[in-house]
């Protein structure tokens, strides 16, 4: 199973008045380390876009474990849950830059939408893309 590493500095902006990072903002990191799962794998989200199709996120789940604060450098690591079949679910964890420390876990799940807003199945290209 694939996992893919994005690292991410922590700004100013994603902080609250205690200095930690926000709740909502884990959401974010989460779909930067989706982002960059999929460029990573040589199909940038624009490029599925491009193609016609959309990944709507149809649920969400995230597990504050510790706080992550201002200029902490963070490892989003992303994987792709392989049991689910109709959509896509990605798995998130992000720690300190050293690995052992873990923030937040969680996951989104997605289906695939045409341009006309309908639920379609995943095209052979991302499946074959992702099994990989």
Not at 75 to 85: F, G
Not at 98 to 116: M, P, Q, R
Request: glycine share 10%; charged share 25%; proline share 5%.
């Amino acid at each position: 199973m694939k996992i893919h590493r994005t690292t991410y500095r922590v700004i100013y902006g994603d902080t609250d008045a205690m200095g930690v990072v926000y709740n909502s903002n884990y959401l974010r990191l989460f779909e930067i380390g989706r982002n960059e799962f999929f460029r990573d794998l040589g199909l940038p989200y624009r490029g599925i876009e491009g193609r016609g199709l959309h990944l709507p996120v149809s649920e969400t789940f995230c597990k504050f474990v510790s706080p992550a604060r201002y200029d902490d450098l963070l490892e989003i690591d992303t994987r792709i849950d392989p049991k689910i079949r109709a959509g896509l679910k990605f798995d998130y964890q992000i720690f300190k830059e050293d690995g052992n420390v873990l923030i937040a876990k969680g996951y989104t799940k997605h289906a695939f939408v045409n341009s006309e807003g309908r639920v379609v199945r995943p095209p052979d290209y991302v499946t074959w893309l992702i099994g990989s």
